[in-house]
C-alpha cells in the first residue's frame, strides 16, 4: 500500500493550493481518509478527513473555512483546497488512512493512531 501526497510548494500569503494523496495497492475495499500537518518542531495535529462515501467530513474548526477536503473514488485520491493561506500554515502536510472505520467518526478522524498508512508527506510553506 502506497499513499502519495503532492502538491505542496511555497506561496504567499492569501494564495491557495490543493494538495493531493493517491492511494495504490490494495489497503482494503473502502477507507477513510485524513490530512494531519506537523509544523517545525510542533506536535502532528489533524486538519481534516472524509469517509469513503464522501459524506462525512470532519474538520479542525478555526481551519474549516479556509479547508475543504472532497475525494475521487475512482481515482482513489482525496483532496484538501488550502485558501486564504497563511504563514502559520506552513508544515509538512501527511494523508493517512483508516480501513477498520470506513466512515470514521468525529473522534477517531482526530486520532492519529486511527490510521494503518500514512503517506510520506508535502512541504507547504506560506510566505509572508
Known amino acids: 500500500v502506497q499513499l502519495q501526497a503532492s502538491g505542496g510548494g511555497l506561496v504567499q500569503t492569501g494564495g491557495s493550493l490543493r494538495l493531493s494523496c493517491a492511494v495504490s495497492?490494495?489497503?482494503?475495499?473502502?477507507?477513510?481518509t485524513a490530512w494531519f500537518r506537523q509544523a517545525p518542531g510542533k506536535e502532528r495535529t489533524f486538519v481534516a478527513a472524509?469517509?469513503?462515501?464522501?459524506?462525512?467530513?470532519y474538520y479542525t474548526e478555526s481551519w474549516k473555512g479556509r479547508f475543504t477536503i472532497s475525494k475521487d473514488n475512482a481515482k482513489n485520491t482525496v483532496f484538501l483546497q488550502m485558501n486564504s493561506l497563511k504563514p502559520d500554515d506552513t508544515a509538512v502536510y501527511y494523508c493517512a488512512i483508516d480501513i477498520f472505520s470506513v466512515e470514521s467518526t468525529p473522534s477517531r478522524a482526530r486520532q492519529g493512531s486511527s490510521y494503518q498508512y500514512w503517506g510520506q508527506g508535502t512541504q507547504v510553506t506560506v510566505s509572508s
Open positions: 472524509i469517509g469513503w462515501s464522501g459524506r462525512e467530513t
Open positions: 495497492g490494495r489497503p482494503g475495499s473502502s477507507w477513510a
